[in-house]
């Protein structure tokens, strides 16, 4: 069973940094795309990352780009992302999500629960 785990979610102040863990088990973790969405308070669904299965390539919501970086240790079948200069705007609840697809950009099939993120004085 696909199983995925998000972690590090914390309560910080703006400026400050945190680094999101994802631990995934179930499948071949290095033959697919991984994703971060977030959901803000009373807002949708938004996406905010991806990686390919190589860590060759990756893209950013524009909102957050110069400040957070996405990365994946395969060896480790673990998903990160790491937030620096953080933003009010950036409390959420952030998901760890897994590609439908072993190539390209396809969606996403399973979901982790989701861990909190507060940015705030």
């Known amino acids: 069973q696909v199983q995925l785990v998000e972690s590090g979610g914390a309560l910080v102040q703006p400026g400050g940094s945190l680094r999101l863990s994802c631990v995934a088990s179930?499948?071949?973790?290095?033959?697919?795309?991984m994703y971060w969405v977030r959901q803000a308070p009373g807002k949708g669904l938004e996406w905010v990352s991806d990686i390919d299965t190589s860590a060759d390539t990756s893209d950013y919501i524009e909102s957050v780009k110069g400040r957070f970086i996405i990365s994946r240790d395969n060896a480790k079948s673990t998903l990160y992302l790491q937030m620096n200069s953080l933003q009010p705007e950036d409390t959420a609840v952030y998901f760890c999500?897994?590609?439908?697809?072993?190539?390209?950009?396809?969606?996403?099939?399973?979901w982790g629960k989701g861990t909190l993120v507060t940015v705030s004085s």
């Open positions: 999500a897994k590609g439908i697809a072993t190539i390209g950009r396809d969606g996403m099939d399973y």
């Open positions: 179930g499948f071949t973790f290095d033959r697919y795309w």
